[in-house]
């Protein structure tokens, strides 16, 4: 396969995970990333961005000053016709539930792939709480990393939703699970003083609620890989909002 690799935490640990892996499996790749770190960016794209076009770990790669959907933009622009799917990550934290994936930059650089036509599969490093990441090994990213590439390679060449979002906790079985996003707010997000707020360090069994069973938070609490298909491409039904309308008239 011809593989985009992006992510939104700029050259780092998770990136190289993919990119190896994907190398080692005979893949072709082009990386596109973000100088440092982007995350909850979700799909925005800046009306301007400065990159440079680079070489990482032996691959040609862009990088931007800009948000991961940007990197996969460009990307396309100066190597085009170079790729066919897109995997984004190892992301250093969970995308879990409807409030992370919607702000997600890992997910928004799949999403912006699958927009111009490329199939995609965000992947996320689940550990129990933020702090832990820095005493994670760099093979629990590698591990992340072989789990998204099996995923997919045992898919078909066309999928009906052509974005995935995959959560790889850095515990338990690691089994991969279908799953719907957990509805439930994340719990509170900035912590505010003195007219500043910043984002609250998270801890997994606290600030992630599971409330709908076999949900992506409540399966990777037990120690299982989620996958989440995201249908936000697919058509819209408009029936009910005809019928409403109709009525007011």
């Known amino acids: 396969m011809r593989i985009l690799v992006a992510n939104d935490d700029g050259v780092g640990r998770g990136l190289a995970a993919v990119v190896r892996e994907c190398l080692e499996r005979g893949h072709e790749v082009v990386v596109a990333t973000t100088e440092g770190q982007r995350s909850a960016s979700s799909k925005a794209v ?14 040609p790669a862009v990088i931007v000053d800009s948000t991961p959907a940007s990197a996969i933009a460009v990307a396309l622009e100066v190597f085009e016709g170079c790729c066919e799917v897109v995997v984004s990550g190892v992301n250093e934290g969970p995308n879990l539930g409807l409030w992370d994936i919607l702000s997600s930059g890992t997910v928004g650089a799949v999403l912006e792939g699958a927009l111009r036509g490329l199939r995609g599969i965000a992947v996320s490093l689940v550990a129990r709480r933020r702090s832990e990441y820095q005493l994670l090994p760099d093979g629990a990213f590698r591990e992340a990393a072989q789990i998204a590439l099996n995923v997919l390679e045992m898919l078909p060449s066309s999928w009906p939703v052509p974005a995935l979002n ?13 799953a719907q996003p957990e509805r439930a707010f994340t719990s509170r997000v900035y912590q505010c003083s003195s007219g500043e707020c910043a984002m609250r360090e998270w801890v997994l069994e606290e600030d992630y609620p599971c409330v709908t069973p076999g949900s992506d938070v409540c399966l990777v609490k037990q120690g299982l890989s989620p996958l989440t298909p995201l249908p936000l ?16 008239k």
């Open 233 to 248: 491409l697919g058509g819209v039904e408009l029936e009910w909002l005809i019928e409403a309308l109709t009525r007011q």
């Open 166 to 178: 995959l959560n790889v906790p850095a515990f338990g079985s690691k089994e991969v699970v279908p």
């Open 46 to 59: 800046a009306f301007r961005t400065r990159y440079r076009v680079s070489e990482l770990m032996g691959c």
